[in-house]
């Protein structure tokens, strides 16, 4: 009888924790979910705050439907539901499809405040994730709402944490929410300030910036410091970042460039068509791109790959046909030349206008090319990078057909001393039409590479003639490294202009230091050297 007492005492015992522990976790669910009828922010924020101190399994699942305007409520009976993705209600408590759905349903109302809240509340739930990421958005989260209610929930992640970038992330997202902390104390609060110079970004600058006029003068003067610092620190970056932007519209520029350098150069033709032929380049992509979509979605991330071949030869194709049809007939005759193909660029902007309309035709980036990644404060995206790395291969590869191949020796040779050239049995009518094609070729190229980064529209080469033809006079007439030097040195110039006097006066400072730089040297940086251009 003893040892049977002694059992259903200790039974009691536990279905008495049971009770305690369990149902008042569950009430504490179920009156917090009732807040959220009251339509009322500070109790949709009290909500928040206690669904996910709760610890119930669905508390997630209401507050991110709380922040996808997906949480209803109905105004009579004050019942709370769930709204999914296909338009059906469920139970904030069970995740099960509700029974009885009043018509009468009204979307929780959020403010900044909840949101704030919201944030917080999301990132001290999936602090201590299973996967990294998703503890270093919580960390990010936490950050920006710096709510003191997940500072217990940081110290937890941190004492488990164990990947050192998460970690990181933890511990200035900590600083954030002690730095606002007013019952902090002085010396805890001075070494969030110096987690927030470490972290060293706009976020940190501006939290830096908030802090209350009442704040301890220590504390004050520690920000005050700290601001200067990150100060400091950001405009070396941001020259930084000025100096990846220009070096990715030189590669731009390199690209539209280098095939008006060889024509020009060779051939002494000013082609004013030479952006039709990157605009046809950026229309093969899309006609490429579609036929994918259509007939084998699989093969998208590959567009590119096929596309680059084809609009070399198709531009290439088209160049050739414009040089024996037009430009073989006025030769030494620059200015009908330029009239010539000024004619031709606008009768090859309104076919492209015929064939598939005029406003701008989408073209989409393979997976590999989407997105971006960080080093330190500079910001670099995939395409721009990709661009960059694909220009330079076109430019060697250039090089080695100029270098290494027959054509190349005939086409220096054209460009060095026409008449001698001929009397040697070069062919030079040849070398003009093929010339002229590997232009217009790479031109095309350049246009799968604009692309991915500009509107595809018949207007499209427009937009980077005048550049071409600045990086090409700049550079030195015919000189592949002027090109590469000239399109480098004004991409950057203009990055570094653009934030002191604006895009339009930065582009009129640079046309006017190009015409004073031309007078000093007609030939530009690298002038070609031959008895045709000695003379």
């Known amino acids: 009888m003893r040892n049977r007492a002694l059992h259903l005492s200790t039974l009691l015992a536990v279905l008495v924790a049971l009770f305690v522990t369990v149902f008042p976790a569950r009430a504490d669910f179920e009156s917090a979910l009732a807040l959220f009828a009251a339509d009322s922010f500070s109790d949709t924020d009290k909500a928040v705050a206690e669904i996910a101190a709760s610890g119930h399994p669905r508390a997630q699942a209401v507050i991110e439907a709380l922040a996808d305007r997906r949480l209803m409520f109905d105004p009579v009976t004050k019942a709370v ?34 949101r704030r809240a919201i944030q917080a509340a999301l990132g001290s739930l999936t602090l201590l994730a299973a996967d990294p990421q998703k503890r270093l958005a919580a960390a990010a989260a936490v950050f920006r709402s710096r709510e003191a209610a997940a500072l217990e929930a940081l110290d937890e992640a941190l004492r488990k944490e164990t990947s050192p970038d998460v970690k990181v992330a933890l511990a200035q997202a900590r600083a954030a929410v002690v730095f606002l902390k007013t019952d902090a104390a002085d010396a ?41 610092a990150i100060e400091r620190n950001l405009a070396v970056w941001e020259m930084g970042q000025n100096v990846v932007y220009g070096l990715s519209l030189g590669s731009v ?111 989409g980036a393979p997976g590999w090319m989407a997105g971006s990644f960080e080093i330190g404060q500079l910001s670099i995206t995939y395409n721009r990078l990709y661009i960059f790395i694909f220009s330079m291969l076109v430019f060697a590869m250039l090089l080695f057909v100029l270098r290494f191949t027959r054509f190349g020796l005939e086409m220096r040779a054209v460009t060095q001393n026409r008449p001698m050239a001929a009397s040697m049995g070069i062919r030079t009518s040849r070398v003009d039409a093929l010339t002229f094609g590997l232009g217009s070729g790479i031109a095309g190229m350049a246009g799968v590479a604009l ?33 590469l030097v000239g399109a480098m040195t004004l991409g950057l110039a203009n990055k570094f202009l653009e934030p002191w006097a604006g895009a339009v006066l930065g582009k009129i400072v640079l046309l006017v230091l190009i015409i004073l730089f031309i007078q000093k040297r007609p030939r530009g940086l690298f002038a070609l050297k031959g008895r045709a251009v000695e003379a």
């Open 81 to 114: 539901f769930i709204k999914d993705k296909d338009d059906k209600f469920l139970s904030p408590a069970s995740g099960e499809v509700a029974a009885n759905v009043p018509a009468s349903l009204e979307t929780v109302r959020v403010n900044n405040r909840v």
């Open 451 to 483: 692309a991915q980064i500009d509107n595809v529209s018949p207007n499209l080469g427009q937009g980077y003639i005048i550049d071409s033809f600045l990086v090409v006079v700049f550079g030195g007439v015919g000189n592949l490294f002027g090109t």
């Open 188 to 228: 805890e609060r001075i070494a969030a300030v110096g987690a927030l110079v470490a972290r060293g970004d706009q976020d940190a600058l501006a939290l830096l910036r908030s802090l209350p006029r009442e704040a301890p003068p220590a504390l004050h003067e520690a920000s005050v410091d700290a601001v200067a």
């Open 253 to 363: 520029l390199l690209l539209a460039a280098i095939g008006l350098a060889i024509t020009f150069g060779v051939m002494g033709v000013i082609n004013m068509a030479h952006g039709e032929m990157v605009m046809i380049g950026a229309y093969v992509t899309f006609v490429v791109q579609e036929w994918i979509r259509i007939n084998n979605p699989g093969l998208f991330d590959w567009s590119l790959a096929i596309a680059i071949p084809l609009a070399f030869l198709v531009a290439g194709a088209v160049g050739v046909a414009i040089e024996r049809g037009i430009i073989r007939f006025l030769y030494g005759r620059p200015l009908e030349t330029l009239l010539a193909t000024w004619g031709l660029s606008l009768i090859l902007q309104q076919t492209v206008r015929t064939i598939f309309g005029p406003t701008n035709r989408e073209v």
